[in-house]
């Protein structure tokens, strides 16, 4: 049988292998297309995948890498045909079915969205996960009915992933966005994205009252815990804060008090089981509304050779906007 490059977790004794081998095409799991992977991505759920700081990985051996862009080499799927071009996010993609992180991945077609014209593979994976969860929290406040004339939206953690694309959408789409970060060397990264002020996580991370002064119309949240607890306090009277990370932690310490007595709504943002008729529109927005140049300087790349060595420092706060892979 013909092998290919792979990144593959095992189980050990204690903990987990990681390491870049020769993966034998057999060991693919059930799917209904083939699709030569070129481009993937890190996201945080990959870092703790490829650390074992978190139980992501689910079955072993593994191929992490939950987002990949390539082109179909066979399918028995109606919807697609060799030379098709594809993305993927989730679906258990790195966790429970094999990942990103190889040449070649086989994938049930119910799972793929067609590259949309106006994007290339790699800036779909300059994107990913990150980005298409931030877009999936700018349609979700956008539903809500938050407009830009309602006031400014903090994001927070806006020097990582999610919210680097949350801070150039929300720009875009002319609001005023407050730019929440524990690196203030990045405050003009921040600006030139188009957050109008940065101010210093340390404001959000004390013990949150239950009511404080009313600072924005809405937020854009991928750190949970205090920092979460502390923008839903902060939120002016019938805004709205979608939640969609767990940097911080997953506990909320907060009270009922911004729900019944501002009418705060508090909105969950899932990318991984996300329906398909979401995750297309999602996508179609994405290539409409996100800043091509922007979006260009706030990525970096890197080969499959690298990931290993890479993976840990999205943990430690330690990447600025988004990596994409080349796989191939």
């Not at 405050?187 to 101010?199: C, H, N, Q, R, T």
């Amino acid at each position: 049988m013909a092998t290919f490059k792979a990144i593959v977790i095992e189980k050990a004794d204690k903990g987990q292998t990681v390491r870049l081998s020769d993966f034998d095409e057999s060991g693919l799991m059930d799917g209904d297309v083939n699709v030569a992977v070129e481009w993937s991505t890190i996201n945080y759920k990959d870092g703790l995948a490829i650390t074992g700081k978190a139980p992501v990985v689910r079955r072993f051996p593994m191929i992490p890498g939950i987002d990949l862009a390539g082109t179909v080499e066979g399918s028995s799927h109606p919807d697609w045909q060799p030379g098709d071009k594809v993305i993927l996010n989730g679906y258990g993609l790195g966790e429970t079915h094999l990942g990103a992180y190889g040449e070649h991945a086989r994938v049930k077609g119910q799972w793929l969205v067609r590259l949309p014209q106006g994007l290339s593979g790699r800036e779909a994976m300059a994107i990913g996960t990150a980005g298409y969860t931030a877009m999936l929290a700018v349609m979700a406040l956008e539903r809500n009915g938050l407009k830009p004339a309602d006031g400014p939206v903090v994001v927070t953690g806006a020097a990582g992933g999610v919210g680097s694309v949350a801070v150039a959408l929300l720009a875009k789409l002319r609001f005023t966005v407050i730019a929440s970060t524990g690196r203030r060397q990045e405050a003009d990264y921040l600006k030139s994205l188009g957050a109008s002020e940065v101010i210093d996580r340390s404001e959000l991370t004390g013990p949150p009252r239950p009511l404080a002064k009313e600072r924005w119309a809405g937020g854009i949240d991928s750190v949970g815990s205090l920092t979460l607890a502390n923008v839903l306090s902060m939120t002016k009277y019938g805004g709205a804060v979608a939640a969609c990370g767990l940097a911080g932690g997953m506990d909320l310490p907060t009270s009922v008090a911004p729900f019944i007595l501002r009418g705060v709504s508090l909105l969950g943002i899932d990318s991984v089981q996300c329906p398909q008729s979401l995750r297309i529109e999602a996508w179609r927005r994405l290539d409409s509304d996100l800043d091509r140049g922007k979006l260009a300087a706030m990525t970096s790349q890197i080969g499959l050779s690298d990931v290993i060595g890479v993976a840990g420092n999205i943990l430690e706060g330690r990447v600025r906007g988004r990596i994409v892979v080349k796989i191939r």
